[in-house]
């Protein structure tokens, strides 16, 4: 045991060092005030970790600071991985405090009151296809801010219900709606280094300020026609605090997932039975329109193309083993059609402004703020399902 002692030290000597102190660099700073052969604290770690516990007059100090110090070391790795983890999922506690205020403002509900139809609801079952993308909700460029978003959302939903019920009232019987939210809902705020310059909410708040204005102008006045209701939610490139679209499932990792699962919760329990929600943990999802399959993507990295959509549309086809005749995405913010309906680009909920103000203006696009909503009946031929569609243009709703 001796060799592991420097000159002019005893056993005796470190044990007092040891027991005296509280921390083992004090106790080497006591040993190497006793003159000779500094002392180090890697040495004296060592010592304490092989001496026989016999060997010391009081070991149960020594090693409790040995262990002490192995404790301190492990917590501070636990630290930093705690911290990891918190800066990883930070916008999950936006999706929280959403959640909290859902709940504060919904309160007690009566039971659902369904609308009836002004039409008798009669003749040619036909299917409604509604999408919504683009939203964007917090953004902040001239003509456009959460006020207007959600007053274009009010907007959006007015006229939708009102195409429905013309349908129905010219003898058409609406079956089935299927809603696809084809991502980019919210803005986020830390999308980019200086994204949160060009919002004006905070990502926590346009969560709920999403939740709150889909639910109230879109799904509950959908829901309460008492028809099937469908809901797909795809996620989008803006839909979390990153850029481009997360290469792993996407769509449970990004913000969406929480703000898809809570409004799938909220229909649920205010008691919609006719509501059903589709939220892919992927980037897509298949719909069925009569037999005929449409692909729903956000469609970031697609150019609004014929060649491109159908190339895309075909990857997709032989991913999933089956035939493929609609893709609908959104992301370029202008709608678009090829093809008799069986491509189609939904717009979003505001437009590029001349001046090049912000991103679109900038790189000088000029799109009319309009969302994209389509109607299918079954076919006995090779005709396509769709036979109608209609563009809902938002641009005259301001402030």
């Given amino acids: 045991m001796t060799k592991l002692l420097p000159p002019l030290r005893s056993q005796e000597q470190v044990a007092e060092a040891v027991n005296t102190t509280k921390t ?3 106790a080497v700073k006591v040993l190497n005030r006793m003159g000779g052969e500094p002392v180090t604290l890697q040495w004296l770690r060592a010592f304490l970790t092989r001496v026989d516990s016999s060997e010391l007059p009081d070991p149960s100090r020594a090693k409790e600071i040995v262990r002490s110090r192995n404790f301190q070391t ?12 918190s800066e990883a999922l930070a916008g999950r506690d936006g999706f929280l405090d959403a959640l909290t205020r859902i709940a504060d403002e919904i309160g007690e509900r009566p039971p659902v009151d369904f609308r009836k ?3 008798g609801q009669v003749g040619t079952p036909i299917t409604v296809e509604v999408l919504l993308s683009d939203l964007q909700i917090g953004k902040l460029s001239p003509g456009y801010n959460t006020n207007v978003a959600r007053k274009r959302l009010f907007e959006f939903g007015r006229a939708v219900l009102f195409q429905i019920e013309q349908k129905a009232t010219v003898g058409y019987r609406v079956e089935r709606i299927v809603l696809g939210l084809l991502g980019d809902i919210i803005e986020s705020d830390m999308k980019h280094s200086n994204s949160g310059r060009a919002t004006d909410s905070s990502t926590s708040e346009q969560l709920f300020d999403a939740q709150q204005g889909l639910f109230e102008f879109i799904i509950e006045p959908l829901a309460r026609l008492g028809i099937p209701l469908d809901v797909i939610a795809i996620t989008g490139n803006h839909d979390w605090d990153g850029h481009g679209i997360n290469m792993f499932e996407p769509g449970k990792n990004h913000l969406s997932w929480c703000m898809y699962r809570s409004l799938e919760m909220l ?10 929600w589709t939220i892919p ?5 298949i719909v069925d329109f009569y037999g005929q399959k449409a692909l729903y993507e956000h469609g970031v990295g697609v150019a609004a193309t014929e060649l491109a959509m159908k190339s895309h549309k ?3 086809s032989e991913q999933e083993k089956q035939h493929v005749t609609y893709f609908r995405m959104g992301d370029k913010h202008t709608v678009t059609s090829f093809n008799a309906g069986q491509l189609v680009v939904n717009g979003a909920f505001f437009g590029a402004t001349a001046g090049g103000t912000e991103y679109s203006g900038i790189v000088g696009y000029s799109s009319v703020p309009a969302q994209w909503m389509g109607f299918h009946v079954a076919r006995k031929d090779n005709r396509l399902s769709l036979y109608d569609s209609f563009v809902v243009q938002l641009d005259h709703i301001g402030e």
């Fill in 314 to 316: 075909i990857k997709r």
């Fill in 74 to 85: 492990e917590n501070s790795r636990l630290r930093k991985d705690v911290k990891a983890l």
């Fill in 267 to 276: 229909t649920n329990r205010v008691g919609y039975s006719n509501v059903t």
């Fill in 24 to 26: 083992l660099s004090n």
């Fill in 117 to 119: 139809f002004m039409g």
């Fill in 281 to 285: 943990e992927g980037s897509y999802g």
